[in-house]
């Protein structure tokens, strides 16, 4: 079996140093089920490869199977895929042969081990239960463009149909470590199969692995299930012990940090002018369906639930508790049918792709991006407006040099504690026109709240159409 991963961030061959592999060296290194390779197709300063080359051997994989009861019939235990596609086998690969590079590791290249370069990682024969549907559904949140090439079980044959085997190639801009990370995690996954006994030390490495990502991951469970071998104790352990890496309780001191703010602008009464015009602007669009990302409490999606042109709406926040406050805010358990069927309160992030987010005619994203440091920004402008891509987009921020106006607020202080920036008009502006003329959109921007003749308004609104 094989895996490839390619670079061309400049010079290409320090992916060496990341990997602690020489590109001028063949290495090999003896594993409890054959023999791992590592080698380098190509090593320029342009574009670097590295191949990990697994020899699975399956007489000594059932000679090492101590104490356990055989699988399947006899000759099964011999003759099998697992000398030949990608499996949990090359999972243990990545952990042994790639260990440092996998825990983030550089003592040669620090700041590179950090850095976010183009990544391209090649499978030639991965089983996948499930099919290509379900290998996007797990690779697509994570920002990764996907190639997939499926097979037959026999060209001479192909009534027979397609097998469960893809040639998939993956598409980034990543963290090494996260490559190597979601790869060891998703590819038993895909398989949904392992050569080991699955305990609670799995729990261990899923949580070591994925605390990262997987909370956020519309699949969560899926994942945790199957790369727990639908062992349901371990998966309920598990999948507590990601809800509590994803919220220690930053939900409390979050409402600490809106109210603070919410009094801030209260005397202006900026948050009733802002969400006014947003539904305003949604309305003279005619747009039906709507997603709120980033919703909170839910209190745009109450002011357009007043409003029956808009059928469908769709609320999405990484909060559970958010999401629990906008639920008794909407009181969901006490409207009426006709009224309950058009809102919907999902959890899930805005930095990874979801499926979910596609086919609106409008989302809205207020007060939101100004909390996302520089890459989850970067992230979310591809989940928005590249793959999402909804017909009309409507972004609200803090302008900056109003805060002047605002008394009690020290200089050179945020409106909220948890602001990563806040922008002055051209800033925003600056950073609207480049998003939009990557993808195709033209925006306008409009005032919210009373416009200062020096400092302008309050809140600034972009409102990106196709």
Same mark, same amino acid.
């Given at each position: ?9 400049r010079p290409a061959t320090d992916l060496g140093f990341l990997l602690y ?35 699975? $051997? ?62 391209? %990682? ?210 969901? $358990? ?23 987010? %596609? ?108």
């Amino acid at each position: 079996m094989l895996l490839t991963i390619s670079t061309t961030y400049r010079p290409a061959t320090d992916l060496g140093f990341l990997l602690y592999k020489h590109p001028g060296q063949l290495q090999s290194f003896e594993l409890s089920f054959g023999t791992a390779h590592v080698f380098y197709p190509e090593a320029s300063e342009e574009r670097c490869s590295v191949a990990l080359l697994l020899e699975v $051997d399956p007489i000594e994989l059932v000679r090492g199977r101590k104490g356990r009861a055989p699988e399947g019939f006899a000759l099964e235990q011999y003759v099998n895929d697992r000398p030949y596609v990608a499996s949990s086998f090359m999972s243990v690969a990545i952990a042994e042969v790639f260990g440092s590079a996998l825990a983030g590791k550089s003592k040669e290249r620090p700041d590179l081990a950090e850095t976010k370069i183009p990544l391209r %990682a090649e499978v030639p024969c991965l089983p996948c239960r499930g099919g290509e549907p379900f290998l996007r559904r797990l690779f697509e949140p994570l920002g990764y463009e996907v190639h997939a090439t499926p097979h037959q079980l026999d060209a001479h044959f192909p009534e027979w149909g397609r097998s469960p085997y893809l040639s998939v190639t993956l598409n980034t801009t990543a963290r090494l470590r996260d490559l190597l990370a979601h790869l060891y995690v998703l590819i038993p996954v895909m398989d949904d199969d392992k050569h080991y006994w699955v305990g609670d030390d799995e729990v261990e490495k899923l949580l070591r692995h994925a605390k990262s990502w997987l909370p956020s991951h519309p699949e969560r469970e899926l994942i945790t299930n199957r790369y727990l071998l639908h062992k349901h104790t371990l998966t309920r352990v598990a999948l507590a012990r990601l809800a509590e890496e994803d919220a220690p309780d930053p939900d409390a001191l979050e409402e600490s940090h809106c109210a603070e703010e919410e009094a801030l602008e209260e005397r202006i009464s900026l948050n009733e002018q802002r969400l006014g015009q947003v539904v305003a602007v949604l309305r003279k669009a005619q747009a039906r369906r709507v997603i709120d990302l980033g919703c909170g409490e839910g209190k745009l999606l109450k002011a357009l639930l007043e409003h029956k042109e808009f059928v469908e709406l769709l609320g999405l926040d990484v909060s559970f508790r958010a999401l629990e406050t906008a639920h008794k805010r909407l009181r969901l $358990d006490k409207l009426p049918e006709r009224v309950r069927e058009r809102i919907k309160l999902i959890q899930g992030s805005l930095t990874y792709r979801d499926s979910r987010m %596609a086919g609106f005619d409008a989302a809205t994203c207020i007060e939101v991006v100004e909390h996302m440091d520089q890459p989850r920004l970067q992230a979310f402008e591809r989940v928005l407006f590249e793959f999402a891509h909804p017909r009309m987009i409507v972004i609200t921020t803090p302008n900056s040099e109003y805060n002047s106006k605002f008394e009690g607020l020290p200089a050179g202080r945020f409106r909220h504690k948890d602001h990563r920036f806040e922008w002055t008009r051209s800033q925003f502006q600056s950073w609207c026109n480049h998003v939009a003329l990557q993808n195709g959109y033209v925006v306008t921007f409009l005032p919210v709240g009373a416009e200062d003749p020096v400092v302008g308004p309050p809140t600034q609104m972009g409102v990106f159409t196709l």
